[in-house]
């Protein structure tokens, strides 16, 4: 209620024009980013990276070829055959790479990809890389905070776009691109109250099981803890997930262990070593990686109700730390990384703050080394010979200083006043009251009122779900009387109160005691 309260703030500082001209300033900045990082990824990186290797190869062709086998040869997508066409068209008759660049997805996944085998590859990729893009715009708009100003909603779009894990995954036309939109979507069927179709759209997202884990995990725990309400995002996950492998199975008997053999392939010659085997020795890996799914369950369990946007960065920082490194897959990050803006308020402790700076540092060192070397290379391209890969050691660094970061946060108490998943209409204990958006506040007695009255409708709204001493849950409206109860006044006072305590020293214009003067 707070965070309502406290938007309403901002949105009076914006309207005299006090933090406009900031944020524009870092708009402008952010565009610059986006171009200089678009540079990097599609003019730098490729015949640099093609000095070591067989260079940028657009990981989407095994996916296009394989579903086209599926679906109009019937051949079987991890035959020997199959894998050697595709090698043979990515690397031009010879294998130059020790990527064997196999179909190494569920056989479902050709459903997901069929509206692109119909195109030709050309056609699949433009249409692959505007679709990936339009879908990550629309995840970060699903993970921000609902209270976000417009302009700082922007900002955050364009810096998440001028990522290079980002570029890098829109470049290569990842697979990755599409299942990180699927499991934003899950979450915002969730908050609108839609389970059954959260539950379609996150059996959707298994098609990259070990990305989809790590946002399935703490919604499990936060269906389970409500089982009654929840359990239709339960039930139609397993019947999903049970109808895509028979559909498979009927596709093509025997597939699952043709897979299993692929997967056991894929993870020998793909990708770097998992972050976690960056620790000395041989055991103490194991035991860390133990120790970190052991942590990932805890903290599921922990914040499943008081806040399961930290439960789920965290979670995804886990598995990411354990899985064999891909850059593009620190897409999945994008809710980490924003739940550090939307929630650093909260996060007040001294080990939280020190870890949090590392985090925004190193985000700020790569668009900050991305735009040096874009105009360095400009000016004098030999000049880039030996920094051109600081970018990406930056994002290969960053995962940990995030993990290290949640993991203070997630070992925190638990706050009380804090809900990360408004949902379904039958938890109205997660329902947070809206704003009475948009706020046309025109001076400073207009802006006044309007909070006010907010304010006392919201203290009439906390008193409507008190549960009565019979133990029947009631919900007053606007004819109950509760808005004009001199109780619901005082809360609604003591909210206002409350804010003026966090927002000590801000904007005279619009602070409570400026407010409370003017009656």
């Not at 999903?240 to 699952?256: D, F, M, N």
């Not at 006392?456 to 008193?463: H, K, N, P, T």
Request: hydrophobic letters at 50%; one cysteine or more.
């Amino acid at each position: 209620m707070t965070e309502q309260l406290r938007a309403l703030y901002r949105m009076n500082a914006i309207a005299h024009g006090k933090t406009a001209p900031t944020l524009v300033g870092l708009l402008l900045m952010a565009f610059l980013c986006l171009v200089c990082s678009f540079h990097y990824a599609f003019v730098i990186v490729p015949p640099a990276a093609a000095l070591s290797g067989p260079g940028i190869v657009p990981d989407f062709y095994p996916e296009w070829y394989a579903s086209r086998m599926v679906l109009f040869h019937h051949q079987n997508p991890y035959s020997p055959e199959v894998t050697r066409r595709i090698q043979s068209a990515m690397y031009r008759g010879k294998l130059v790479s020790q990527n064997e660049q196999r179909f190494a997805y569920p056989l479902f996944a050709v459903l997901l990809f069929a509206p692109f085998a119909v195109l030709p590859f050309a056609a699949a990729q433009f249409c692959f890389f505007a679709l990936s893009a339009l879908l990550t715009v629309w995840s970060v708009l699903v993970w921000l905070d609902r209270s976000t100003q417009p302009v700082a909603t922007t900002i955050c779009v364009v810096l998440v776009l001028a990522t290079f894990p980002v570029m890098l995954g829109l470049e290569l036309r990842q697979p990755t691109m599409l299942v990180a939109p699927l499991l934003a979507a899950t979450v915002s069927c969730l908050r609108s109250g839609r389970l059954v179709s959260a539950g379609v759209m996150g059996a959707l997202a298994t098609v990259k099981p070990q990305l989809a884990i790590g946002v399935l995990l703490p919604l499990l725990f936060w269906a389970v803890s409500d089982w009654r309400n929840r359990k239709p995002f339960l039930l139609s996950l397993w019947w999903t997930v049970g109808g895509l492998l028979g559909i498979s199975e009927c596709v093509s008997h025997g597939w699952l262990l043709h897979w299993l053999a692929t997967i056991r392939a894929y993870s020998h010659y793909a990708g770097a070593q998992p972050l976690i085997w960056a620790l000395p020795g041989s055991h103490l890996p194991v035991l860390a990686g133990a120790l970190l799914i052991v942590a990932a369950f805890a903290a599921s369990w922990k914040w499943r109700r008081v806040d399961p946007l930290l439960a789920i960065g965290f979670s995804v920082s886990v598995f990411l730390a354990l899985l064999p490194f891909q850059l593009y897959n620190e897409v999945m990050l994008i809710p980490a990384v924003l739940w550090t803006f939307i929630r650093r308020s909260k996060q007040t402790g001294k080990l939280q703050s020190l870890l949090r700076y590392p985090v925004w540092g190193l985000l700020g060192a790569g668009w900050l080394s991305t735009c040096v070397i874009c105009v360095a290379h400009v000016i004098n391209p030999p000049s880039i010979a030996h920094l051109w890969s600081l970018p990406i050691v930056i994002a290969w660094v960053f995962p940990i200083a995030l993990l290290a970061y949640l993991a203070a946060c997630a070992s925190a108490k638990a706050p009380a006043n804090i809900v990360g998943l408004a949902v379904a209409r039958r938890d109205p204990d997660l329902r947070i009251p809206r704003l009475p958006l948009p706020l046309q506040s025109r001076s400073r007695s207009d802006f006044a009122k309007q909070l006010r009255k907010w304010a006392i409708s919201l203290g009439g709204s906390v008193a409507g779900m008190e549960r009565p001493r019979n133990g029947s849950l009631h919900s007053g409206g606007e004819n109950s009387g509760m808005a004009s109860n001199p109780g619901n006044r005082r809360r609604g006072t003591a909210l206002i109160a409350q804010v003026h305590t966090e927002w000590a020293g801000s904007d005279e214009r619009c602070s409570p005691t400026h407010i409370s003067s003017s009656y």
